[in-house]
């Protein structure tokens, strides 16, 4: 009996320890604005990054070219979403307004709120607040 319960033991906390190696801390929420350089048309975006991790969303979901060893980097990193413009995979305006995809934040929400009813904001002032 003894010996299950530190086998048990052994693979919980090996089991805690793996999964803090998988993923940094995620930052506090976030104001999300334009690349340097590049000027915003409409306000900066609050995001509440705690509440993507709360509900379970992984790093590599919004993070897509993060290979889970590197340090992760924002859309307006440099050779991201840094191109102006509104098509393209790296124009900054795609990562967050494509509509027909997973991968931008108006494109996720729409799914959410289709699939699962939730509140998740899909307007413009809804995101741009000022």
């Known amino acids: 009996m003894r ?3 530190i086998t048990l033991l052994a693979l919980f906390t090996f ?3 793996t999964s803090a190696w998988a ?5 506090g929420d ?3 604005g334009p690349p340097e350089g590049m000027e915003a048309t409409k306000s900066l975006v609050d995001f509440p990054h705690g509440r993507h991790v709360k509900a379970n969303l992984e790093c590599a979901t919004c993070h897509h070219t993060w290979d889970g060893k590197a340090e992760i980097k924002g859309c307006s990193a440099p050779g991201c979403h840094d191109q102006p413009g509104k098509k393209g995979t790296t124009a900054f305006y795609a990562a967050f307004h494509a509509k ?6 108006l494109g996720c929400h729409k799914i959410v709120k289709k699939r699962d ?6 307007s413009c002032k809804q995101c741009h607040t000022d």
């Not at 993923?23 to 930052?27: E, F, M, V, Y």
């Not at 009813?117 to 899909?122: L, R």
């Open 100 to 105: 027909n995809t997973d991968k931008s934040c």
């Open 15 to 17: 089991g805690l320890a």
């Open 30 to 32: 976030l104001k999300l």
């Open 3 to 5: 010996r299950i319960v």
């Open 117 to 122: 009813g939730k509140p998740v904001p899909i």
């Open 23 to 27: 993923a940094p801390p995620a930052p």
